[in-house]
């Protein structure tokens, strides 16, 4: 891998099949989504003035639960837990199989 990899716009693929060699592409695809939602979530929340308080009342829930459901490093949290949190906010979660 070189700066023309870069420049190609073939770093990406170059990494996607890294992580498949390795056998943990979907893992990792997975990990950072969740990562992403998580982020996204507290954005929303401080552009709209949404307190942890808040958010936790609008999805009927601890405070606790929120703080796991915010966690970029905790897996646990279902897309269904997601998506309620994405509705509480005024967002949906969309995927797509590519």
Known sequence: MNGDDI??????????????DQGIHEEATATATKRVIAYQLQQIMEEQGITKTEMAR?????????DRLLDPDNETVTLATLSRAAHAVGRTIRLELA
């Open 7 to 20: 420049e190609r716009g073939t770093l990406g693929e170059s990494f996607d099949s890294f992580l498949k």
């Open 58 to 66: 609008r999805l009927a829930t601890s405070r606790a639960q929120l």
